[in-house]
């Protein structure tokens, strides 16, 4: 009786080592559309510099607003008026959102392929530096949409979600030409079940390729740089209803171009030498800034409340 002959094969773990790997590009979790920037109307600026001049509003002491005089005679007497400014506009400095990379060159000598190290450094970094202006054009305590709100273009919604009587409040307020709402993504997930449960379901919109919900036409886009308060047991939010463009006396952005070391329109990326550890540094800086035309051009909807809507169920029966 012939011994059967004891099969074996190369296990799979054995034949991976021999095999090559298709790997891909570093992934980052926390790179999200930054719709704002793409909705925003963007001015290039000189010298880092934006003066907002505006007109002095008609009150004692000013020039009168136009008046229609029925004529007396031939050569009936005109009222003499004129417009007339402020003495002090406002001026928007361009601030720098800036980071220093730092690479061993030991580590891009040897280890570039097949993705060059430096530069997806850079690439991941300037992620992180774009995500970073989002958050500040949102949120900068000088020049932030939130902070730039005037007083009178501020409201508060009853307990609970966003409902379409705040939407519409807030479409009071900035009633010529809005642009588009800005809020949390949660924000407008309540805001879609608020809607669904009237029986109302805001419809959607198509805009750089991508769908956005709607109220009256208007879109609106999501921005998890909208900040969520957690205090006193609920989480609340903002939502800001927004008109763009200079032509419109909106809300406009502002940026340099041809900033030294330029990549993208006022983006730069700077060598700065290797140091005698064999360091080598790149800048990467991006200056920005943004600017509200006229008072009327934003309006922020606060204390909105975001939680599920089972919770507040009782509360709209």
């Known amino acids: 009786m012939v011994d059967e002959v004891e099969r074996r094969t190369l296990s799979e773990s054995a034949a991976r080592q021999l095999a ?3 790997k891909t590009r570093a992934q980052w979790g926390g790179i999200t559309p930054r719709w704002l920037v793409n909705f925003l109307t963007w001015t290039p600026v000189e010298a880092g510099i934006f003066r907002r001049n505006e007109v002095r509003e008609a009150g004692e002491g000013r020039p009168a607003d136009v008046e229609c005089s029925p004529p007396r005679d031939a050569n009936p007497d005109l009222p003499e008026t004129y417009v ?3 003495d002090t506009p406002r001026e928007y400095f361009l601030k720098a959102v800036t980071t220093v990379l730092d690479v061993q060159t030991r580590v891009s000598d040897l280890y570039s392929q097949p993705f060059d190290q430096v530069q997806e450094q850079l690439r991941l970094l300037i992620e992180k530096v774009k995500e970073r202006q989002e958050s500040e054009l949102i949120n900068n305590a000088e020049y932030g949409l939130l902070a730039s709100a005037a007083p009178s273009q501020r409201i508060r919604t009853r307990k609970g979600p966003p409902t379409p009587d705040d939407l519409d409040e807030l479409l009071t307020k900035v009633w010529k030409e809005p642009g588009f709402f800005l809020a949390h993504p949660r924000a407008i997930a309540a805001f879609g079940r608020e809607c669904t449960r009237r029986g109302v379901p805001p419809p959607t919109v198509t805009l750089f390729g ?14 998890d740089k909208v900040k969520i308060d957690g205090s006193n047991g609920s989480e609340t939010t903002s939502i800001l209803l ?15 171009p041809g900033v030294p070391g330029e990549v993208a329109p006022s983006l730069s990326v700077r060598f700065m030498g290797i140091n005698r550890k064999a360091i080598a540094s790149y ?3 991006l200056y920005c800034s ?8 934003l309006a922020v909807l606060e204390g909105v409340e975001i939680g599920r809507y089972p919770e507040y169920a009782h509360d709209y029966a």
Do not use: M
Not at 242 to 256: A, D, H, N, P, S
Not at 290 to 297: E, G, I, Q, R, S
């Open 20 to 22: 090559n790997a298709t």
């Open 84 to 86: 007339d400014y402020v």
């Open 210 to 223: 991508a769908p956005f919900l709607t109220w009256r036409g208007v879109p609106l886009v999501p921005s």
């Open 242 to 256: 927004i008109r763009t463009g200079e032509k419109k006396q909106g809300v406009v952005g502002l940026f340099q």
């Open 283 to 285: 800048l990467i800086s």
């Open 290 to 297: 943004l600017a509200v035309l006229t008072d009327d051009a």
